[in-house]
Nanobody, 124 residues
Framework: QVQPVESGGGLVQAGGSLRLSCAAS????????VGWFRQAPGKEREFVAA????????YYATSVKGRFTTSRDNAKNTVFLQMNRLKPEDTAVYYC?????????????????WGQGTQVTVSA
């Protein structure tokens, strides 16, 4: 089965940008929506963004709309999360996950395969 592998996290100052990648290992994301979630220390995991298969209508959490953009390169089996105008409250471990269908949602129960996560830290 496909195994998502995240990369691109790091430390950035507030107002800066980072681009996360989620690569498919083992198989491909073909036919699957891919979602991004994050979890900050002491908080529950929350939805960030998702993109359906093949690349229709990405949608976002209110807290990141207008700052984050998700896209996918199906030829390279990779999904991206471009994060601009980062804020300290964006600090979290970011996960990508593959859904069991072409249509994702903000509900983490719709995603059956998760990556290991990548740390994003935004300093004030």
């Amino acid at each position: 089965q496909v195994q998502p592998v995240e990369s691109g996290g790091g430390l950035v100052q507030a107002g800066g940008s980072l681009r996360l990648s989620c690569a498919a290992s083992g198989r491909t994301f073909s036919g699957s929506a891919v979602g991004w979630f994050r979890q900050a220390p002491g908080k529950e995991r929350e939805f960030v963004a998702a993109i359906n298969w093949p690349a229709f209508s990405p949608y976002y959490a209110t807290s990141v709309k207008g700052r984050f953009t998700t896209s996918r390169d199906n030829a390279k089996n990779t999904v991206f999360l471009q994060m601009n105008r980062l804020k300290p409250e964006d600090t979290a471990v970011y996960y990508c996950a593959a859904a069991s269908s072409a249509y994702g949602s903000a509900d983490s129960n719709n995603y059956h395969i998760w990556g290991q996560g990548t740390q994003v830290t935004v300093s004030a």
